[in-house]
């Protein structure tokens, strides 16, 4: 167990090294919170993550352009390379398959690793296609992996308008598939205006409704069965 003063003091420096893009930094207090068994899951989005809304906030300012902004990824992709082993499993009763990406034109990928590194500590199947993804992609790897969930991630305003796409043409093809999107631009709003089965705010949420969603389609297609069978 570490004390009150000294997790708060490794979630600052994880933050600050986000903040300041001191990668050395970020290693250092992420390799310091596994050697003291703080939970890796609160240094990531109570350190790192904490970090790069700030950051985001100074690029909003004028403060911050965008080579600060690669660099902070950086140093925010070097302590979470050192944290992501570390986050505790979890079994929440209920595993499913994802497809994963950001739409096409969209090099923003922190938000869609996160959400990714969720799945993986509950054991879902994976299969992730990075950033700038074609949009024919998702439905394509969808249909090839028969996946329960595709999940979009933009970040922009100009790529969002790409998950429409997406989902028009997922529900033509394959009417048992669920599809969450997300991402700063994202609301629940637009999820319902273009037909997505949900949205979420962030990546615990995502997980959670994931769970929801996998449970509901496994259950349809069971439904489905039965009835088959008479
Ligand atoms: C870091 C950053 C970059 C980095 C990205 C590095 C990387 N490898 O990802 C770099 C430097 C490459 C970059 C480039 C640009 N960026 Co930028 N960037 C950001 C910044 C500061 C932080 C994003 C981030 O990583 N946040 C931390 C993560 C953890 O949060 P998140 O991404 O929101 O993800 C969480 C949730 O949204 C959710 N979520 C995310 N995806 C999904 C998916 C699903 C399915 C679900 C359910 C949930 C979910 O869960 C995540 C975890 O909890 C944002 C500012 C902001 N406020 O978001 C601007 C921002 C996104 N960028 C912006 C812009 C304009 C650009 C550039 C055009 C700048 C330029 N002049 O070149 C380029 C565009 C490049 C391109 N073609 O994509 C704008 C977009 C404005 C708009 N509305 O369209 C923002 C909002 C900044 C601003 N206020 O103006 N950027």
Known sequence: MITDEKRQELLDRLRNSVIQYDEDGAKEASNEVVELGMDANDAIFNGLVSGMEEV?????AQEYFVPELLMSADALYAGLDILKPHVKQLDLGVKGSVV??????????IGKNIVKMMFDVAGFTVYDL?????????VEEQLKTDSDLVCLSAMMTTTMVGMKKVIDDLRAKNPNVKIMIGGAPVSSDIAGKWGADGYAKDANN???DAINMVSSLKKMKEEAEARKKG
């Open 130 to 138: 990075g950033r700038d993804v074609p949009l024919d992609k998702f």
């Open 100 to 109: 994963i990406g950001t739409v096409e034109g969209d090099v923003h990928d």
């Open 206 to 208: 995502a997980l959670k």
């Open 56 to 60: 985001g906030r100074l690029f909003e």
